[in-house]
């Protein structure tokens, strides 16, 4: 009987707190990866924007160092980038743009992934590149490591190669090399934190993927689980800013209108990356071009681990 009124009495609590939880949301309990993952980051560019422009809630008086990374991850099984950064075509690509943006060309070009892995390291140690999605700021750099595949989702790819995808947030010229590798991923119906579908990238809890759509129709974010207990979400551009996050704020209204594809999936994918971020304040959301938090993480060739 005590059990009895125990066990109704727990699932009445339960009931009650899932029901002040959006209906969407799922929470799978999160155990450390005990694999040693290493994660590095390479800024290959940076321009100084101010976040007002960044974000509906920017401050007029604040500078935002908006730069352009690869990520890359150290891991016993095979290392990968994510995302490649400016590449060595850096300047023919722009020159072959229709639209010269200003802002575009106001970057400081920095540094080169390919090179810096050769200096390092070796190319022949990237498996694959893993692409967060394919606008030109992001895959500028896949050319430089023809050895890898490259990593992306059917959607992506889909949307990247059709009419749809235009100059000049997409430069097919980055990635219509009939030589190119291509390795779609899917997702498994298995929910993650709050995401419906997932994929375990090794198999150990180091790497997750989730689908991140709305920037683009098939981008997507990875958490990059250390041993050491830290835990990073790369959430590519479905925001601009880690305050942006922790405020719930949209892009700005222009800077939405020229790069975001879905804006009421972006929307929706916002409320979620926000909810989870204020129920594990200790996730570090890093945003592709927010230096103030991937400037923090350690810079190739150091990793963390
Ligand atoms: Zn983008």
């Not at 016993?76 to 690509?93: A, E, H, I, V, W």
């Not at 790497?207 to 129709?217: A, E, K, M, N, R």
């Not at 939405?256 to 409320?271: F, G, S, T």
Request: proline share 5%; hydrophobic share 40%.
């Amino acid at each position: 009987m005590f059990k009895k009124v125990t066990v109704s009495f727990l699932v009445i609590l339960l009931a009650s707190c899932a029901s002040k939880l959006p209906a969407s949301y799922i929470y799978v309990p999160y155990s450390a990866s005990k694999v040693k993952v290493g994660v590095s980051v390479i800024e290959t560019g940076y321009t100084c924007a101010n976040e007002s422009f960044i974000h509906e809630k920017g401050s007029l008086f604040s500078t935002h160092r908006s730069n352009n990374i690869a990520v890359y991850i150290k891991h016993p099984k095979g290392d990968f980038l994510f995302d490649t950064g400016f590449g060595s075509d850096y300047q023919d690509q722009l020159d072959n743009m229709a639209w010269p943006s200003c802002a575009i060309n106001s970057h400081k070009h920095t540094k080169i992934a390919g090179n810096e892995v050769d200096a390092f390291g070796s190319k022949e140690d990237i498996n694959f590149i893993l692409l967060s999605h394919l606008h030109w700021d992001h895959v500028s750099g896949i050319n430089d490591f023809p050895d890898a595949e490259v990593w992306t989702t059917k959607a992506e790819y889909d949307f990247a190669f059709s009419d749809d995808a235009k100059k000049p947030a997409f430069l097919k010229t980055d990635y219509n090399d009939p030589t190119i590798k291509w390795n779609l991923i899917t997702f498994d119906s298995i929910p993650y934190e709050n995401f419906d579908r997932s994929l375990d990238l090794y198999d150990d809890g180091s790497i997750i993927l989730v689908p991140l759509p709305g920037h683009t129709p098939g981008s997507l974010g990875m958490f990059v689980n250390l041993a050491s207990g830290t835990r990073y979400f790369f959430i590519g551009d479905l925001s601009f800013s880690e305050e942006a996050i922790q405020k719930n704020a949209e892009k700005n209204f222009f800077a939405k209108a020229v790069v975001d594809e879905e804006h009421k999936v972006v929307r929706q994918e916002l409320n979620r990356v926000s909810f989870l971020a204020k129920k594990k304040p200790e996730l570090i959301v890093v945003p592709s071009h927010d230096g103030s938090i991937s400037l923090k993480i350690k810079q190739y060739p150091e990793f963390e681990y």
